[in-house]
Every structure is written in structure tokens, then in C-alpha cells.
């Protein structure tokens, strides 16, 4: 028995977190650009001011948000060597921590910008989630009751993440004194057995004692939810509501919030878990649940397609497949991939997409925006935000990885600001059921890792 250490608050909670504050001009700061995902104005900004320990940082923030994760860290680390006491580039250094789940070095890190800046809210906030994958709940509620009382309120996005942050203490009291998501299993647990339907993957789930129901199995879902449906049929009491984000409409819909006693599947229960809900109507027909894989992150977890099974490890066993690095935001996990070998973004790793995409950024990369001639569909696409209206067609794209690559005769692109939004940095793309349709693709949460085998 344990408790998984990703599954914390921040699946329920995800947050566009960037400083506040910086440097000052007539039209605002930097860090007001950087709020508003104004990036090329906030580094014309940049190049008008002059080289500061600070000014450095906000470069490295700029290169985190592009996904340029290794110069980011680099200008982190030159702005601590012109003065050590610069908190955003400590809190630069905290945020690529958790990303590779290194967690002692995200809390000391963050604990620091705290300490040098205590009147900075969002250091606060994103101390909450290094305390979380710690497992420290409690200090977990004090840094979001300090988020709190510094009460943060300066835009429509400050007022989203104050209103999260507040249902996030809700969920921590209702959830009590026990571990949060504490699994039962056996040593070594059998294989669980999964259907493939319409380019998605489905298992039987217990709630409660009671189903068994149809889950969607997702590695792009930062949450596990339930259908409005189901929670009212099982009788649960919502504890708050919060926002949960994804693609399409507005990026963004109302969710309740609800505790579970338990969730069982195959030889696993997993106790005293928050759980979100969904009441779109289409996915309600495909699903009474959908199943976030960060769940299952005590075990290394194999979606085993060409065999229809999940597998779950608790070591690393021998796999002659292509291992690749990933970063961790919000319980998703992300792939650096090479688009038609001149492009590189990050993807997330997505079972719960039905195909895979490209961001309408990556896709302006390769030459296609709304403009150009026969790209646009005259179709919406359907996710839990809602249907996106704007969906261009990409002909002739190859995904590659080190050692794998995958030609497509088209792709479609969508807008995919939202999420980027949401875990604060460029998400180039997802990577869904036609790209792993004839893989083993095993997910280590604690290493931050990804592999791919046939």
C-alpha cells in the first residue's frame, strides 16, 4: 500500500502562474505582458531595459514559456551569478525542478523566492504544488491560505486562479487527515484488459463499491472526472467547484468538485480521491468517466495497444524501446518531437486524443495559418472545452523522435493557447491514439519519462 505523490491537488487545480510585478514602463511590465502570453512584447520590452539579475531571469522565463527549457535554466542560473538573491530566477529554478519531479530541489527553491519576496503571491501558489508532490499536504494548505490572504487580484486571470485556489483549500479539508489517492495493490498487479473504440481506450471501473463503468483511459487528462451524470447517480455531495481547462470553446468550463471513497480497477483500489465532473453530452455518450493516468503514478504504467491491456510495474523491467525524456506539468507529461525535421516542439502525451494535433503555432511553422488557401475544415472538433471552431488541415507532416518517426498524409492543426496557458508553457502539439496505436508506450512518472517500443 501507498499513496500516489502525483495525485494532488494541482490535477484538480491547474494554474497559469508567472510573477507579477518587474520591471515598470508606461505600458505596464514585463511580467504583465508575460501574464497576458504577450511574449514577443515582453522580450521587445526586455531589449529596451538594461542587463539587471532580474531582466536576465525574465529572459529565462520568456525561453521557459517558448519550451526552451535547457536556456531557460542556463539564464536562471546567470542571473543568481550576478546577484544570488534574485527570487524570480529561483522560482525560475523551483518551476524547472518540479518539472523532472526533482521535489526536494523544488521546494528549497521556491522556499528561497519566498523568503526573498513574501509579498509575492504566485511564489505562494506554486509553493503549494512543490509541497504537494512532496506529499506535504499540510504545508501544502499554508502556502495556499498565505495565497489567499495576500489576495491577488489585479486581472480576470488573477480572480480564475483566487477562486481555484480557494476551492483547492475546500478539497484538502473535506479530503481529511488520510492520505490523498493512498492505493491498494498487490505486488505485482495483473494486466488490465482495455477495449479500443472510435480511437479511444476504455476499461471497466468500480466507484464506490458500485459499476462496474465505462472509463476512458487518458494520459492527457491532468484529472480524473466523472460524468454529471454518474456523480448524481451514485448520490455524491459536491465539496466546491472549481475551473478545469481543456481544448475547445473557451478553454475552459465550471466543474464540481467530489471526493471518492474509493476506485477500484483491475487488483487496484485507490482510496479517498477528489475527482472532477464533465456534463458535455457528447463525451457523456462515449463515457461515464475518464480515467487521468497520473492516478497510477506509484507504478511505471504500460498502455500496451498492440495487446489491449494497461500494465502496471513497480520497477523498471527490460524494454528495447526508445526512452525519452519528458517534463511534468499538471499531472501531463510532455515530449520534445522534431516536426518535418526542421521544427521542435513539445507534445503531450495524450491517449485520450482521438488523433493526434498541432498547435495553430506550429502549424504557422510550417507555412499553414487560416489564410492559406484549402487549409481551413469546415468541421468543428470536440473536447471537454467545448467544440473549436478554427481546424486547418497540414498535408505531408513526419513526426520524429530519436529513434521513431511517423509520416502522416495530413494532420490537422487546432488552437492549443489555452493549454499552454494553463501549464505555462508552449504545448506545440498532442500526440493520440494514431500515433500510438502499434506501440508499448510506457510512462514513468517518477523519472519523468517516456518510452516507446514495438
Given amino acids: 500500500m501507498s ?33 497576458q502570453d504577450e511574449i514577443a512584447q515582453a522580450e521587445v520590452l526586455l531589449n529596451t531595459q538594461p542587463k539587471t539579475a532580474e ?49 526536494k530541489e523544488a521546494v528549497k527553491a521556491i522556499r528561497r523566492a519566498v523568503k526573498l519576496d513574501p509579498a509575492e503571491p504566485l511564489y505562494r501558489l506554486y509553493a503549494s504544488e512543490a509541497w504537494a508532490i512532496e506529499k506535504n499536504y499540510a504545508e501544502q494548505r499554508k502556502a495556499l491560505q498565505e495565497y489567499v490572504r495576500l489576495n491577488p487580484i489585479h486581472s480576470p486571470n488573477d480572480a480564475d486562479r483566487l477562486a481555484e485556489a ?8 473535506a479530503l481529511g487527515s488520510g492520505r490523498i489517492g493512498k492505493v491498494e495493490a498487490p505486488q505485482s498487479p495483473a494486466p488490465i484488459r482495455f477495449r479500443k473504440s472510435l480511437n479511444l481506450i476504455f476499461m471497466n471501473v468500480m466507484i464506490n463499491d458500485k459499476g462496474p463503468y465505462d472509463f476512458a483511459i487518458d494520459t492527457g487528462a491532468s484529472q480524473t472526472v466523472l460524468s454529471e451524470k454518474l456523480a448524481a447517480d451514485l448520490g455524491l455531495k459536491p465539496i466546491t467547484s472549481t475551473i478545469m481547462h481543456g481544448v475547445g470553446g ?47 503514478s506509484d507504478f511505471i504504467v504500460t498502455v500496451n495497444y498492440p495487446e489491449s491491456q494497461l500494465e502496471l510495474a513497480r520497477k523498471k523491467g527490460s524494454n528495447n524501446g526508445e526512452m525519452i525524456p519528458a517534463r511534468f506539468f499538471s499531472n501531463l507529461l510532455l515530449v520534445p518531437i522534431q516536426v518535418n525535421g526542421e521544427h521542435r516542439g513539445n507534445f503531450v502525451v495524450d491517449t485520450g486524443a482521438v488523433t493526434t494535433v498541432l498547435s495553430l503555432n506550429m502549424a504557422g511553422n510550417l507555412g499553414v495559418t487560416e489564410d492559406t488557401p484549402g487549409a481551413k475544415i469546415d468541421m468543428g472538433l470536440a473536447g471537454v472545452g467545448g467544440f473549436e471552431g478554427v481546424v486547418l488541415r497540414i498535408p505531408n507532416v513526419t513526426f520524429k523522435t530519436a529513434q521513431n518517426t511517423e509520416v502522416y498524409p495530413q494532420v490537422v492543426s487546432i488552437d492549443l493557447k489555452q493549454i499552454s496557458k494553463m501549464i505555462g508553457t508552449e504545448v506545440a502539439g498532442v500526440i493520440g491514439f494514431d500515433f500510438f496505436r502499434d506501440y508499448r508506450l510506457t510512462l514513468d512518472y517518477y523519472a519523468a519519462e517516456v518510452t516507446l517500443a514495438k
Fill in 55 to 103: 531582466s536576465i531571469a525574465f529572459r529565462g522565463e520568456i525561453e521557459f514559456r517558448r519550451g526552451n527549457f535547457d536556456r531557460a535554466e542556463a539564464l536562471y542560473k546567470e542571473s543568481l551569478q550576478t546577484d544570488s538573491k534574485t527570487a524570480r530566477a529561483h522560482f525560475g529554478l523551483g518551476k524547472l525542478a518540479m518539472t523532472k519531479l526533482k521535489r
Fill in 250 to 296: 473557451a478553454g475552459k468550463i465550471d466543474t464540481k468538485l467530489y471526493k471518492l471513497d474509493e476506485i477500484a480497477f483491475g487488483d487496484l483500489k485507490v482510496k479517498n480521491v477528489p475527482v472532477g465532473t464533465f456534463n458535455d453530452p457528447l463525451v457523456t455518450q462515449l463515457a461515464d468517466g475518464i480515467l487521468g493516468t497520473a492516478i497510477l
Fill in 166 to 173: 480557494k476551492a483547492g483549500l475546500e478539497v484538502i479539508k
Fill in 3 to 35: 499513496s500516489s505523490p502525483l495525485f494532488v491537488l494541482m490535477a484538480l487545480t491547474s494554474f497559469l502562474v508567472l510573477p507579477g510585478g518587474g520591471i515598470q514602463t508606461p505600458g505596464g511590465s514585463v511580467a504583465d505582458l508575460l501574464l
